[in-house]
């Protein structure tokens, strides 16, 4: 005669038998189409299902991964970004509000058209924007090269597209834009035909730094030559390029008077005009 199977009670809270039929549910241990709580008991005494410590990672790797997330986030790895949330979310070391945070995160997803724009950046595919700037009005940009960049701790689409109008930069740099993505509240964004450029327009820049500018700067990923100069001790010349001369004065003019722009003209122009500017502001009489 064979022997019947032997069964167990199990006392569980709700959450707790929620918990577990999830569990079977994701690993297709079902009666039917309902998640079998007692099958999935077996599979674990069976050794088909293996349990793991959900307790031993340490701070540092938590911290690291929760860094991840917003660094995706910044670089348009929207999907990424989801993965390492819920791989964080599975982890019982995480504090409450770490978890909440997290879960936040989750619940307010970008938007389709940002998820679009990501889309078309990592194809490498030119596409049409519609975007509201800050005084209201709808402006359309055909976009032929973007990347998602933060300045000034917000987070802009810096983009070379074909329309100039109403760009104030130079010459060189007037097919250069930046967008701040939480403006692009109601974009229509579509993909186009036609070539996807390599970068930004740029040029070089080159400023000098003095005083005690000169040991703290640091290096940055746009700079091509940091040197000390031979007949001008103490000086140090850094070679930079340049994208947008908007960006790069608000970061050099912090600076001053440890730094000035020596080249080209028509930037160094600009930084002169600003000084002006300033000087008229605080009643300051400049001596020609």
């Not at 050794?47 to 340490?58: A, D, E, P, T, Y």
């Amino acid at each position: 005669m064979s022997r019947k199977g032997q069964s167990i009670t199990l006392s569980l809270k709700e959450r707790d038998k929620a918990e577990l039929e999830a569990i079977a549910l994701e690993f297709g241990i079902t009666w039917g189409d309902r998640p079998n709580i007692s099958k999935l008991v077996e599979a674990i005494a069976q050794r088909k299902l293996l349990i793991g410590n959900n307790q031993n990672w340490s701070e540092s790797r938590i911290r690291a991964l929760h860094r991840c997330i917003g660094a995706l986030t910044d670089i348009g790895q929207i999907e990424q970004a989801q993965v390492i949330a819920k791989l964080l979310l599975e982890r019982s070391e995480l504090s409450i509000p770490l978890r909440n945070e997290i879960e936040r995160f989750l619940e307010n997803l970008p938007p389709p058209w940002r998820l679009q724009i990501d889309n078309f950046i990592l194809r490498q595919q030119p596409f049409q924007l519609t975007y509201q700037d800050a005084a209201g009005r709808l402006l359309n940009f055909t976009v032929r090269y973007a990347k998602i960049a933060p300045h000034e701790k917000r987070q802009y689409l810096d983009c070379w597209c074909e329309e100039t109008e109403g760009n104030f930069d130079i010459p060189e740099l007037m097919h250069n834009w930046s967008l701040r993505l939480d403006r692009i509240t109601d974009a229509a964004v579509t993909s186009i035909s036609g070539e996807w450029r390599n970068k930004l327009d740029e040029i070089t820049v080159e400023m000098h730094l003095f005083a005690g500018l000169v040991f703290a700067y640091q290096a940055k990923p746009e700079d091509e030559t940091i040197e000390w100069l031979p007949d001008k001790p103490k000086v140090r010349r850094v070679m930079r390029r340049v994208a947008s001369t908007f960006w790069f004065s608000r970061e050099v003019m912090q600076y001053a008077p440890d730094c000035i722009v020596i080249a080209p003209e028509n930037v160094r122009d600009r930084f002169k005009q600003k000084l002006l500017t300033l000087c008229q502001l605080y009643d300051i009489e400049i001596n020609s």
